[in-house]
């Protein structure tokens, strides 16, 4: 049983395209995230989610737009995509933002 | 801020040895702390957590100090096994605010 999951697990494109990464927990958590994590293992949050109301925006290019369509799925558009957005993209999920985060298995994008 | 560093910060055990993963943290006022391992090709799976009004928790296998005259967090890993290797990250919170992660430790275990 799959706690937090994400699709696609690999998504190769190239420069300029637009893609979308999915995600869902069946944990039956109110708050999920995105996270972002470069080439030096580097973690830091995008955004966060409660009950489907931004809470967190981390000065993220406008060109990334997560969509909540409810407490359990958390999706990442990004648009108009750059070499630097290539990265490993987390989505995690907890109950509150103080309680513990599960992390998803995560989605490697290389842009090129 | 982010973090810069050309390679992760690594430490080499010998099964069997007990690990110790020290992690400085930035905010004096954080009152939550996590650690968290994340092995090859996956997403972070936590570990053990504690709170400011603690020193030390224990789990299997693992301790969590918390030193917060230094501002200083250790994971102490008892009888470390080949499993247990993998990158090590700190986090911490303010007033159930976001995490801030640290770098990373990366932990390889040796026969």
């Known amino acids: 049983d799959t706690a937090v999951s994400q699709t696609p697990k690999y998504l190769v494109t190239q420069m300029g395209n637009d893609k979308s990464i999915k995600c869902e927990q069946n944990?039956?958590?109110?708050?999920m995230y995105w996270y972002k994590q470069d080439s030096k293992k580097f973690l830091k949050i995008m955004f966060s989610?409660?009950?489907?109301?931004?809470?967190i925006n981390e000065t993220v290019p406008n060109r990334f737009s997560p969509k909540s369509p409810d407490k359990a799925h958390l999706n990442l558009h990004i648009n108009s995509l750059e070499l630097g957005d290539s990265a490993v993209y987390f989505c995690?999920?907890?109950?509150?933002?103080?309680?513990?985060?599960?992390f998803g298995p995560g989605t490697r994008l290389t842009v090129l | 801020g982010e973090s810069v560093g050309l390679h992760l910060p690594t430490l080499s055990v010998q099964e069997g040895d007990n690990s110790i993963i020290n992690c400085a943290y930035s905010?004096?006022?954080?009152?939550?702390f996590i650690w968290y391992k994340q092995e090859s090709g996956k997403g972070p799976q936590f570990i053990i957590d504690?709170?400011?009004?603690?020193d030390k928790r224990q789990g299997q296998r693992v301790t969590v100090l918390l030193n917060k005259t230094v501002k200083h967090l250790s994971l102490q890993i008892a009888a470390t096994q080949p499993g247990d290797s993998a990158v090590y990250f700190c986090?911490?919170?303010?007033?159930?605010?976001?995490?801030?992660f640290g770098t990373g430790t990366r932990l390889q275990v040796f026969p």
């Open positions: 995690a999920s907890s109950q509150e933002m103080s309680d513990t985060q599960y």
């Open positions: 944990l039956g958590h109110d708050t």
């Open positions: 989610y409660n009950n489907k109301e931004l809470i």
């Open positions: 905010n004096s006022a954080s009152d939550y």
């Open positions: 504690i709170r400011s009004n603690m």
């Open positions: 986090a911490e919170s303010y007033n159930t605010d976001k995490l801030i």
